[in-house]
């Protein structure tokens, strides 16, 4: 049955009311209704704000780095450390290295880049600041749904949004409503808040419904790949930060690896790709695993433990690539709108500034009476921000390695360490890219196929043995949320013409190409390996998958990543 069948065999849907609908519990949706309800207290006035989260839990898919930087949580929470906030760990030490496949060298501290030194910054499980947010929220009056994907966008007659409705439940294979089956849920608010995180699924929509990149850089995004290890006691160097670039990449591919020491001897890494690589035959999973072999990786791992996996893509396009931020009705923020800071590697202060700015923005509008139309103070406000002057700074980063990687460092030093030098903040140039990444793969036939060593089981791993310890899961008799637009496009263009690289670029084995009876060819999806990374919709070269919400409290179940 289609949804529309569904809706008119089992509806009208329930609908609730609120002030302001949030979708997506991370550091920035999180940060935008304790905002609000800060702002309320204060005034002696009363919202109502619902966050609305598709995991099973907040942090749940929550997968980043993660080194933090406090400005923003300084801002929300002044008290955060007697509150008990999770950054624990403060950096104790940068080191950068430059590696080839053998050997390589370490950065002098006097010219490692403004933007890769992290004093004052912390170590930290982003999933558990998360977490802590969200207690902070239910304490303030925030309602938070956890297990609940918001699966549509509602409009109002003036095409203005009304608010979103959640997916249905205990819908089969076939779109058939099971005996669990429970119908979604609509909410309805005077503003609503995107902030899924990067290629969000509404957000995506929006963004084309009203044409809000126009003018701008199309987005560009990179896959960080990560795991997190427990390693014998005297291995661990709390507060290390380690970064590479280098070796596996190619002198054109853009990527690089992170180590980071946090507390309790557990150690975080992972590689992240650019997702404008050119070789269909590159495998960003595969990469990150021969990275981990290269002996300034392995040295810290001797004698250790992997215990999580985890997979997500990371916007890197920068400033120029940002959508207009605000459309009647709702705002996109955090990683939805693609406020990530590439050069520095970091994000989750960008997402909560953002949602905090927004907040300050939809109060205001509430308060006055007014209801779905534009935040234009959230724009203002961000343009006036620190925020605006860091993502600015580093508008260029991502750019420049388009160029290779020679070029790409070189304009990083004189950018990031030499302007700054001498008192120039902002770089005075300001580059453009006219290509999304799903464009940049070239024919198989253009390209060396890679060959990548089998994994040892000690230090590196295959797909499957990973996705376990993501704990992903999904309910087995739902459909497929990854679907395709064309069937017959796998094999008669992604295989044909780039020896299907969805096969490849997926980090946790959702896609593979197997024989028919007949000996054809035909792309087999194993949805409920799927991780929720999104590389798939942003790289099929065909842009033939669509990534849709699948049922809610499915997918991976992070703990302390």
């Not at 780095?65 to 406090?70: I, N, S």
């Amino acid at each position: 049955m289609t949804s529309q069948e569904i809706l008119t065999q089992f509806g009208p849907r329930e609908s609730m009311e609120y002030d302001v609908v949030i979708v997506g519990a991370g550091p920035g949706g999180l940060s935008t209704a304790i905002k609000l309800k800060q702002l309320a207290a204060s005034s002696g006035k009363e919202i109502s704000v619902c966050v609305l989260e598709k995991g099973s839990e907040p942090g749940a898919h929550i997968l980043s780095g993660a080194v933090m930087d406090p400005r923003a949580m300084n801002e929300l929470f002044p008290n955060w450390k007697e509150l008990g906030a999770p950054l624990n760990q403060p950096v104790t030490g940068d080191e950068i290295f430059v590696l080839t496949k053998t050997g390589g060298f370490k950065t002098p501290n006097f010219l490692v880049p403004n933007n890769m030194h992290n004093d004052g910054n912390y170590v930290v499980s982003l999933a558990n600041v998360v977490r802590w947010l969200a207690t902070q929220a239910e304490s303030l009056g925030v309602e938070i749904f956890p297990g609940f994907a918001a699966a549509e966008v509602l409009y109002n007659d003036d095409g203005s949004v009304k608010g979103i409705a959640t997916g249905n439940m205990g819908v089969g294979k076939e779109g058939e409503p099971t005996d669990e089956f429970q119908i979604g849920m609509e909410l309805h608010a005077k503003y609503t808040v995107f902030a899924e995180g990067a290629r969000g699924h509404l957000g995506k929509q929006l963004i084309e419904k009203f044409n809000l990149m126009e003018g701008k850089n199309p987005a560009s995004f990179a896959l960080g790949i990560k795991e997190l290890w427990e390693v014998p006691p005297e291995l661990a160097k709390p507060g290390l930060v380690v970064h590479s670039a280098g070796w596996p990449m190619d002198m054109q591919t853009f990527g690089g690896g992170f180590l980071y020491h946090l507390e309790g001897n557990k150690v975080t890494l992972g590689f992240v790709t650019g997702l404008d690589y050119s070789n269909p035959y590159l495998s960003p999973f595969e990469e990150m695993q021969r990275w981990k072999t290269h002996p300034t990786i392995a040295s810290h791992l001797k004698g250790a433990k992997r215990i999580s996996y985890g997979a997500r893509a990371i916007n890197n396009g920068g400033l120029g690539s940002l959508p207009k931020l605000v459309f009647k009705g709702g705002a996109l923020i955090g990683c939805d709108a693609g406020m990530m800071n590439a050069a520095r590697i970091k994000g989750s202060h960008a997402a909560m500034k953002s949602g905090m700015l927004l907040a300050e923005a939809a109060f205001d509008a509430v308060i006055a009476g007014r209801q779905h139309d534009e935040l234009t103070a959230f724009p203002e406000a961000f343009a006036k921000s620190w925020l605006h002057d860091e993502l600015k700074s580093a508008s260029n980063f991502k750019i420049w390695f388009k160029s290779g990687f020679i070029v790409g460092s070189v304009m990083t030093f004189v950018e990031h360490w030499l302007l700054p030098k001498i008192g120039i903040k902002t770089p005075p140039w300001t580059r453009r890219r006219t290509k999304a990444d799903h464009q940049s793969l070239k024919p198989a036939a253009a390209c060396e196929p890679i060959q990548y060593p089998k994994p040892d089981n000690v230090l590196t791993f295959d797909r499957l043995s990973s996705v376990f310890v993501s704990n992903t899961n999904h309910a087995e008799n739902q459909p497929s949320h990854l679907t395709l637009k064309n069937a017959s496009v796998p094999v008669s263009i992604n295989l044909a013409e780039y020896a299907g690289p969805e096969s490849r670029y997926c980090p946790a084995g959702v896609y593979e190409f197997v024989k028919n009876e007949d000996n054809t060819d035909r792309l087999q999806i194993n949805a409920q390996n799927c991780v929720h990374c999104k590389t798939c919709d942003i790289k099929d070269p065909s842009q033939n998958i669509v990534w849709i919400t699948p049922e809610g409290g499915g997918g991976p179940n992070y703990a302390s990543m």
